[in-house]
């Protein structure tokens, strides 16, 4: 007879390592299926994010940005380096062994929560029926009473710049480059190609990063946006706008991409490119023709607020649905479900899930940006606080960037906060917090935050909303 558990979850990744987790603990008997197969020829848990997206791209960057710091600004401090050298065999090892100790990690939290790991490809039959494919092949039908399908995402492939495991690679491909490319491409200039064109420029790329559209970073505040372009640029990312790949040739270890600009038809050639254009839902073989979980008309899996799909029973969470693709989004939905299943009225702030960008200076936002609040016609006052004038940030030679907070300016409560600094991901956290807790512009300024610090910069940000920033002039006196 099949295995029946009380929830299923199909994916190991944020979202479904997460709600299998929280399952558990709530007391479902919980299975989660997994096929991927690390570095190592075996079952490795935790999806993109632990193995080949968030965890492994920020060690890459934390180090060398650590080599940065030690070739550029130790000498500000007045510290000599002798005999600098970067080993990038180590940097991927350290980051390697990372990914090895979280991926295990969960493993080991699986066993303490009781949690059930089937190794294999999941697929959904009729009725709440899973099929698991075994990495040998076998086939078994397990039964839950409730589905999770966590499938995830992956990386989306242009016809102009086909992978070839080498000289073009995805953002998996780039997190394992034995040796600094003398000319990276980097094809779109997203979240991906500004942290791993970021990653490789430290080192001494020359990074040229193709982007298709005229706009540099059109999601986030216009303000930010601009200061961000200015700053990596002096960083060495020579970023084309309006710049459209349109082919590429390969020649021994060197690609010469085709794109087209205002001017016309270019050529540029790279020793690497790095495709990041998107990533598009996993859903291949997921759902049998008889499951009926709908998709939409862009392949996501089709889903109400809460998650539930076209079958009762049946949720979906995560990359393979719509909203952000990101992995505290994907955790937040996979808690939300397994509550609902145990008959909590939990449900997901979708307004408030900050998105961050780990370049340096990071840059960071949550709620709504400037130019979306006037186009919807809402009055707003704007509060703009600049690290340089920070005394922590000055201490630490970190003084790029600058936080805006963004109020309603007849209720006072804060629409948007967006960073463009030090620690900016860690700042904006603090602005989600008071907006998810409803507060005001006033109600931050009439914090005590501890001195010095570069928190200091979100208190200065929230008074200079209302004209009252007191190390910095305010734009308008109130
Ligand atoms: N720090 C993070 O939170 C983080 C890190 C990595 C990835 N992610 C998520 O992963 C997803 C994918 O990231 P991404 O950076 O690949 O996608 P993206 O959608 O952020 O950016 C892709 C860019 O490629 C451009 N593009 C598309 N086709 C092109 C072409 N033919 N020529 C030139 N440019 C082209 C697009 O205009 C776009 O600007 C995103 O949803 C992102 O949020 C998040």
Known sequence: MSQKFDIVVIGAGPGGYVAAIRAAQMGFKTACIEKYQGKEGKTSLGGTCLNVGCIPSKALLDSTWKYHEAEESFKIHGIAVKGLAMDVKT????????VKNLTGGIGMLFKANGVTLLEGHGKLLANKQV???GLDGKVETVAAENVIIASGSRPIEIPPTPLNGDTIVDSTGALDFI????????????VIGLELGSVWARLGSE???LEAMDKFLPAVDEQVAKEAQKVLTKQGLNIKLGARVTGSSTKGKTVTVEYTDTEGEQKITFDKVIVAVGRRPVTTDLLAADSGVNMDERGFIFVDDYCTTSV??????????????????ASEEGIMVVERIAGHKAQMSYDLIPGVIYTHPEIAWVGKNEQTLKAEGIEINVGVFPFAASGRAMAANDTTGFVKIIADAKTDRILGGHVIGPSAAELVQQI?????????????GMMIFSHPTVSEAVHEAA????GHAIHVANRKKR
């Open 131 to 133: 099929e698991v494919t």
């Open 179 to 190: 040796e600094v490319p003398k000319r990276l491409g980097v094809i779109g200039a997203g």
């Open 312 to 329: 009762p029973g049946v949720y979906a969470i995560g990359d393979v649905v719509r909203g952000p693709m990101l992995a505290h989004k």
């Open 91 to 98: 940097m991927i090892a350290r980051k390697d062994t990372i």
């Open 207 to 209: 990074v040229t990063v």
């Open 432 to 444: 989600a917090i008071a907006m998810e807790f409803g507060s005001s512009a006033e109600d931050v």
């Open 463 to 466: 008074l200079a909303v209302n």
